[in-house]
C-alpha cells in the first residue's frame, strides 16, 4: 500500500510561483509513473502533467505547458511540481497519483488509471 502526502500549496497572486511536494511512505515508488491532478470548485477532476517511472518522459496539459514542471526524486519517493507564472484559473485543489504498474513504459494521463491518490493540497492565485 502506497500513502501519498501533498505539500506546498498556499495563498499567492497571479505571476507568482509555488513548488508542490507529493511525499510517498507505506512502500516505494521509484518504479512508478505518477501524476498530479487538480480539481476546481464546481468542475472534474482534470489532468495536469505526468512522468514516467524514471522521469525519462513527461507530460503536460496545454494549459500548463511551458508553465508548469513536473519531477521525481526517486531516492527521496518524492514528486514535485514547479509552477510558474501561476494565473487565478489555476486555482484547484491539486492532487498527486502513482500507477501501482512498475516499470511499465505506458505513463496513465486519465484518472482512472493511477491507483493510490493524495488528500490534495489548495492552491489559490489571486489576480
Known amino acids: 500500500q502506497v500513502q501519498l502526502v501533498e505539500s506546498g500549496g498556499g495563498l499567492v497572486q497571479a505571476g507568482d510561483s509555488l513548488r508542490l511536494s507529493c511525499a510517498a511512505s507505506g512502500r516505494t515508488t521509484s518504479g512508478n509513473a505518477m501524476g498530479w491532478f487538480r480539481q476546481a470548485p464546481g468542475k472534474e477532476r482534470e489532468f495536469v502533467a505526468a512522468?514516467?517511472?524514471?522521469?525519462?518522459?513527461?507530460y503536460y496539459s496545454d494549459s500548463v505547458k511551458g508553465r508548469f514542471t513536473i519531477s521525481i526524486d526517486n531516492a527521496k519517493n518524492t514528486l514535485y511540481l514547479r509552477m510558474n507564472s501561476l494565473k487565478p484559473e489555476d486555482t484547484a485543489v491539486y492532487y498527486c497519483?502513482?500507477?501501482?504498474?512498475?516499470?511499465?513504459?505506458?505513463?496513465?494521463?486519465?484518472?482512472?488509471?493511477?491507483?493510490?491518490w493524495g488528500q490534495g493540497t489548495q492552491v489559490t492565485v489571486s489576480s
Open positions: 512522468i514516467s517511472w524514471n522521469g525519462a518522459r513527461t
Open positions: 497519483a502513482a500507477d501501482q504498474t512498475y516499470y511499465s513504459d505506458y505513463v496513465p494521463l486519465s484518472r482512472a488509471r493511477y491507483d493510490y
